[in-house]
């Protein structure tokens, strides 16, 4: 799992969004070191039988695996 500054993704946006892509994995955003955005790629596929918050909730459980912080529990 990627860490990136919201300052880092708006001087870099396309670099950031190309990562996602390439390496399948997703970026979360942090805001004053907490998690703030998420950047994942999706397929059309992923458009065809998106559930917005099915989908959130799977693809940060996924980001978090075996991270032990339990801040993020309530996912």
């Known amino acids: ?3 990136a ?7 870099q946006l ?3 969004l ?3 892509k390439q390496t399948k994995e997703p970026i979360v955003v942090t805001h004053h070191g907490k998690p703030y955005a998420l950047i994942q790629p999706i397929s059309e596929r992923d458009l065809e ?8 909730a799977e693809r940060l459980r996924a980001a ?3 991270d032990d912080d339990v801040l993020y529990d309530y996912l």
């Open 64 to 66: 978090w695996e075996g």
């Open 18 to 20: 190309a990562r996602a």
């Open 49 to 56: 039988t998106l559930d917005w918050k099915r989908l959130a």
């Open 14 to 16: 396309s670099r950031y």
């Open 1 to 3: 799992m990627t860490l």
């Open 5 to 11: 500054t919201v300052a880092q993704v708006k001087n």
